[in-house]
């Protein structure tokens, strides 16, 4: 069938001739064969345009670039081939490309190919040597080379994959050591220039300063009458603070004057408890001074009672006309005591009969237990006995203060309104939500609702939600 | 019209040239990409209602890619398998003594098989590992090696004409013609950007090549002027797997592709798209048209169905 081709297809210059040497050859090897082709179809098949000398210079200069060069030879081949040269173009670029390797028509063997081009042998002896070890060479010579490129991928990528990752890490080392001070520096640079053009533009422009010192100035003077309206304010107020001060130095006088018309008192009582009891003298010799000290705690409690009861109360705001009664309450009590200890007596006898049962059958009970013991025992419960009495008689509950400011109470009335306001709305807020609830909720969770309803602490609503649950209950049983 | 449902997905069928009813199918399983395959030949009945019967069938180690028959012989078949063997199957003899042969040189899986119908005593392998082999049967080893393509060759295909004329195409976007008298390539036509999956040779014009490309179009060449293509034929919705041109009408050309449908061209006419058959479910691979009776069309895809159908005709049509 197929023998060995003939020569292969001589250079450029030779290309014509080719055609006319083909025929001849295919004549003589079909001699014995079974259909005799006419010599023009072979032709047909065979590229006639001659090579084209743009195209082999492009080839050339493409062949000549230090990239193509280090690639394997059958790339730079099937490039120039999907390019459209032809096999002649190619192989006349080869040939003018002193390095790249000859192998033009095998196209497999690299390595021989490229050991003979650096030798600079010609290429016809070239291929003519190679031909006859075509058929034998190609299938061994492929498979090494093919499997050294495959190899050669393996390795490259792994390399790839290495530098890849060992360049990463050197440049993420390279910005966090001195990439991100610099920025960081640079960027302060910057505020810095930023403040100082700052400073300089005020400097620079005085019109623009100097309206901004009017408006300053201006703003400093309405400052200033603010201020002097506080100020006035605060002094007001501070008059008013001496009135108190003053109020309450008065009352601190008074309270020595009633302290010490007291203890006159208790002289003038002692004396006639003295007589009164001088039976019982030596027994209550000691406990005498204690009755003395009991009368007298007793007798200085209603008063005393009085004293801190009416004082400190109203000595947060004590008025003339609290004063006032004070001053009654006190010469009230210093009345009684100074126009009758008797009556005084007696009337603090009957005031402790008329009292409350338990009250005079303590006291009587204390009236009696007081001479003979038990002084510790009675202190307490009459003095509390006895104090609430002249409380209940005397303890007038504390006016509220006037207003001081009429704006301020309005203002305090205004937030109750809206407080009122507020829940108000809330009530109407929760009967609406709890409707929504309802209607957007075909089963209702009582709990739920119920939960959200104790928040806002309606009791109405409470009661309003509970009847519609019951009544959806109802409905939907 | 019949219909054939085979275990393993579909991948070629080619038309027997002695039996206008026999047709030869190359399946692999698992759609070629790891598992065993089965040679189909399939007899149809004289009867279009009748379904088609199954002669011979003949399981491999690895999915068959493509299949030929046997110029020489009639019961011969030739089976292009994946795992880089060329196997020989005789229908005539008992299946114990198949393969009758079985040529492994090819490092890769071997893509397409092409018999030489004016020679018809050798036989063209195209295999992945970038080489085209020329085969006799009498021989054990190859005839002649041709190496050149940069990438896979999916498709060698005898020229029609001339004896010693063939066409490759290959993944590296270029087909080549060679004679198989010169040690290397006589043309190489650019033909696509993307990778040609198929070429065929015009039945009546011997210089007139169609290639199917990954690009979803065909194009129609004519050597003697190789720079620009006569025609370009678009209309595949995804690459194109094979194109076969009519023995019977010059003009007239099917295509097969992965958008599942084969079409029928006419690369002379304006609109060139003549007729579409969606008749597959899957990827269409395998098509080819009868020598011995006008129009009939035969095709497979990965759907693992065979359709025998005249052109014209709905394939699905029973």
Not at chain 1, 83 to 98: M, Q, S, W, Y
Not at chain 1, 286 to 305: E, F, I, Q, T
Not at chain 2, 2 to 9: A, D, G, L, Q, S
């Amino acid at each position: 069938m197929a023998t060995q081709s003939p020569p292969p297809p001589p250079p450029a210059d030779e290309n014509q001739g080719a055609e006319i040497i083909q025929p001849t050859n295919v004549d003589q090897q079909n001699a014995g064969d079974e259909s005799v082709k006419p010599s023009s179809t072979t032709s047909v098949f065979v590229n006639s345009e001659p090579p084209r000398e743009d195209q082999v210079q492009n080839a050339v200069k493409f062949l000549s670039h230090p990239k193509v060069k280090g690639s394997p030879v059958m790339y730079r081949r099937s490039f120039l081939e999907k390019k459209g040269l032809t096999k002649e173009e190619i192989d006349e670029a080869f040939r003018r490309v002193p390095d790249s390797a000859p192998t033009v028509q095998t196209g497999g063997v690299n390595q021989d190919g490229q050991l003979k081009s650096s030798s600079n042998i010609q290429q016809q002896p070239q291929q003519q040597t190679l031909q006859p070890g075509l058929p034998a060479s190609t299938g061994v010579n492929t498979a090494p080379g093919i499997l050294s490129r495959s190899r050669f991928h393996w390795s490259h990528a792994l390399i790839l994959v290495g530098v890849l990752t060992a360049s990463g890490a050197g440049t993420v080392i390279i910005i966090k050591n001195s990439l991100l001070p610099r920025l960081k520096s640079w960027i302060r640079k910057v505020v810095l220039d930023e403040d100082d053009e700052q400073l300089k533009k005020t400097i620079n422009k005085p019109t623009l300063a100097e309206e901004t010192a009017q408006a300053a100035k201006s703003a400093a003077a309405a400052a200033a009458d603010v201020a002097k309206a506080s100020q006035e304010m605060l002094a007001s107020k501070g008059e008013e603070r001496k009135y108190f001060v003053e109020v309450v130095s008065l009352l601190d006088k008074q309270i020595q004057e009633m302290k010490l018309m007291t203890s006159a008192i208790r002289r003038l009582e002692g004396q006639e408890d003295l007589r009164v009891s001088q039976t019982s003298s030596k027994r209550l010799v000691a406990n005498g001074k204690a009755d003395y000290d009991m009368r007298s705690v007793r007798s200085l409690s209603p008063p005393a009672s009085v004293e801190p009861s009416g004082p400190p109360h109203p000595k947060s705001y004590m008025e003339p006309w609290e004063i006032g009664q004070v001053q009654n309450t006190s010469s009230q009590v210093f009345q009684p005591q100074v126009n009758g200890e008797e009556s005084y007596v007696k009337v603090h006898d009957t005031t402790q009969s008329n009292g409350d049962d338990p009250l005079p059958w303590w006291q009587k009970k204390n009236v009696r237990i007081r001479e003979i013991d038990e002084v510790e025992y009675n202190v307490a419960p009459n003095g509390a006995a006895s104090t609430q009495q002249p409380l209940q008689r005397v303890w007038v509950p504390p006016q509220p203060p006037p207003i001081a400011m009429a704006g301020a109470a309005e203002a305090i009335r205004r937030p109750k309104q809206a407080v009122q306001k507020e829940q108000v709305s809330d009530n109407q807020s929760v009967a609406q939500s709890s409707d929504i609830s309802n209607g957007a909720h075909e089963i209702p969770i009582p709990s739920e609702s119920e939960g959200a309803v104790e928040g806002t602490n309606v009791s109405s609503s409470e009661i309003q939600v509970v009847q519609e649950h019951s009544e959806t209950k109802s409905e939907e049983q | 019209m019949p219909v054939f449902k085979t275990p393993f997905n579909g991948y070629s069928v080619k038309f027997s040239p002695f039996y206008e009813n026999r047709i030869a199918v190359a399946t692999a399983q698992n759609f070629g990409i790891l598992g065993n395959g089965r040679l189909h030949v399939l007899e149809l009945s004289a009867n279009p209602t009748l379904p088609i019967t199954e002669i011979a069938a003949y399981d491999t180690a690895d999915g068959i890619y493509d299949v030929t028959w046997s110029e020489s012989h009639d019961s011969v078949v030739v089976a292009a398998v994946a795992d880089g063997s060329v196997k020989l199957y005789d229908l005539a003899l008992p299946p114990t003594s198949n393969p009758i042969r079985s040529f492994h040189e090819h490092t890769r899986e071997v893509h397409s098989a092409d018999y030489n119908p004016v020679r018809r005593d050798s036989f063209l392998s195209a295999s992945w590992d970038d080489t085209v082999k020329l085969w006799t049967v009498d021989r054990p080893t190859s005839v002649r090696t041709f190496k050149e393509h940069a990438y896979c060759v999916y498709s060698a295909v005898w020229n029609p004409r001339h004896a010693d004329v063939f066409a490759s195409a290959s993944g590296d976007c270029t087909l080549r013609i060679w004679d198989v008298r010169e040690p290397g390539s006589t043309m190489i036509l650019p033909a696509h950007d993307h990778e040609i999956l198929s070429c065929d040779w015009n039945k009546y014009d011997e210089c007139i090549i169609a290639t199917a490309s990954v690009d979803k179009s065909i194009k129609v060449w004519d050597v003697r002027s190789f720079r620009v293509p006569i025609a370009v034929l678009n209309g595949h919705g995804y690459a194109v797997r094979k194109v076969k041109f009519s023995p019977h009408v010059r003009n007239l050309m099917v295509s097969c592709s992965y958008d599942m449908t084969v079409c029928a061209w006419d690369f002379m006419v304006e609109d060139a798209l003549v007729s579409r058959y969606d008749q597959h479910t899957e990827f269409a691979v395998g098509v080819d048209m009868s020598v011995l009776v006008e129009g009939l069309i035969a095709s497979t895809g990965w759907d693992e169905l065979v359709y025998v159908w005249q052109h014209g005709t709905d394939p699905r049509a029973s």
